[in-house]
């Protein structure tokens, strides 16, 4: 028989991350319906998933048909979707994903975030993790919040810098963690007040790929290791940069296994680029089962590595990478804060209104300075109005700034090619500084 509760192991070996699959994909066949009829539609039979080895003759999930299902689809049978944790990511893929896990797994995923840090410093209680530039969303609102003997401090994108300087110099942090881009606009800040930031344990950097001129400016300001962090919404911790082989990381076998395909699918072998699929091993309220990430990456052959850690080794070789965008007057927006723009204008809040129904995918692209151009997949609730709201608040950006909508079919990247909610195409000081160190 095989233990639900191996899922929740927080360190796991190859056989520990078997017992998982084999759990969950069982688990997710009997109970949610979206998985029911997916594999039953591609013939395949999950009592004949023993092993990691064995989930390629899976079918793959992408965002787009998850969320179609929705919650009557993609939900356990039996959970009460009010009384599970909800999260949504950021939508920066190009379809927002909305999130469901019940108290214990939040938990775990939580535990497996600090366990990741451990990898790469030695971590005592009472410690103070600071995360730099989130989202103020679902239930993460609140600056300072206390876990026992943790405290969590969340500098929030729309806080003012002003007042993230502040909070920031009053505490002493032990892991401070963010987007590349995010440490990018905070140092600058910080030098232009003449302010030497406190000493963290560690800076871990995630969500965009970290470029190395990027990464040595934040040691260099911040006097600490930095560690570049594979993670996402829907599973937590992805993998860890190796503290040994700077460049190369480890995969998470406590919260997911990852895998590499090609366009078709099909696996490629060690050391070849593919696309990442993941599948999460503790999550059974909202399972993830064979998932297209977006991001590319390279698996290398499993063994002993110097760090002391026994498993797989990766690399990621393309993820999300921050495109700013210029305004008129010279002044460099964060992609976050045009999706944000321009997201922030749906009627999110209104009875009965979804995202998924109105917009399935959407790409905001600029190529001239004063104009936005919106390229988006409508869905059946579609109506021309919703642009009004977003060309009011593009306009609060800079009174010269335009809107432009283009309907599509489809909206794919290049081949090879991550695909980008955000494309700034002008030349940015973020840019050029990447160019200038391409170029060394």
Request: hydrophobic letters at 35%; proline letters at 8%; a positive charge.
């Amino acid at each position: 028989m095989i233990s639900r509760f191996t899922r929740f192991l927080p360190r796991k070996n190859k056989k520990d991350v078997d017992r998982a699959v084999r759990f969950i994909v069982s688990y997710a066949y009997k109970n949610v319906p979206f998985y029911r009829k997916y594999y039953n539609q591609a013939g395949v039979d999950p009592l004949s998933i023993h092993s990691v080895d064995d989930l390629p003759r899976l079918p793959m999930v992408n965002r787009l048909d998850l969320m179609v299902a929705g919650t009557a689809g993609y939900l356990h049978d039996g959970v009460f979707p009010e009384k599970l944790i909800i999260r949504h990511t950021t939508g920066t893929t190009g379809t927002p994903v909305v999130i469901h896990k019940n108290r214990i797994e939040e938990a775990f995923r939580k535990i497996t975030i600090v366990d990741a840090y451990r990898r790469n410093v030695s971590l005592t209680c009472p410690m103070t993790l600071v995360d730099v530039g989130p989202e103020r969303k679902d239930s993460s609102t609140e600056i300072f919040v206390k876990l026992g003997p943790v405290n969590i401090v969340r500098l929030f994108r729309v806080t003012p810098m002003e007042e993230k300087i502040d909070i920031l110099m009053r505490i002493k942090p032990t892991v401070l963690s963010g987007r590349p881009s995010v440490f990018w606009d905070l140092i600058n800040a910080l030098k232009e007040k003449n302010i030497v930031p406190p000493v963290p344990r560690l800076i871990t950097c995630g969500a965009e790929i970290l470029f190395p001129h990027v990464r040595k400016q934040i040691e260099d300001f911040f006097r600490c290791r930095v560690a570049d962090y594979y993670n996402c919404e829907e599973v937590g911790n992805l993998a860890w940069e190796c503290p040994t082989n700077p460049g190369l990381m480890h995969p998470n076998m406590a919260t997911a296994w990852i895998e590499t395909v090609d366009y078709h699918g099909n696996p490629v072998p060690a050391g070849i680029e593919g696309n990442l699929i993941i599948t999460n091993l503790y999550n059974c309220s909202m399972p993830f089962i064979r998932y297209e990430m977006g991001d590319k990456g390279t698996l290398l052959q499993s063994g002993q590595c110097q760090c002391g850690f026994n498993g797989p080794v990766m690399r990621l070789t393309e993820g999300r990478c921050e495109n700013y965008i210029v305004l008129p007057d010279g002044r460099e927006i964060t992609p976050r804060i045009i999706y944000e723009v321009v997201n922030s204008a749906f009627p999110h809040d209104t009875p009965g209104w979804s995202m998924i129904d109105a917009i399935r995918t959407y790409q905001i692209i600029q190529e001239v300075d004063n104009l936005l151009v919106v390229k988006f997949v409508p869905g059946p609730a579609y109506k021309e109005s919703l642009w009004r709201a977003v060309e009011e608040n593009i306009k609060q950006l800079h009174p010269a700034m335009r809107l432009e909508v283009i309907i599509v079919n489809d909206l794919r990247p290049e081949p090879g090619k991550k695909f980008h909610q955000v494309m700034g195409k002008l030349t940015s000081r973020w840019k050029r500084e990447q160019d200038n160190q391409e170029n060394k």
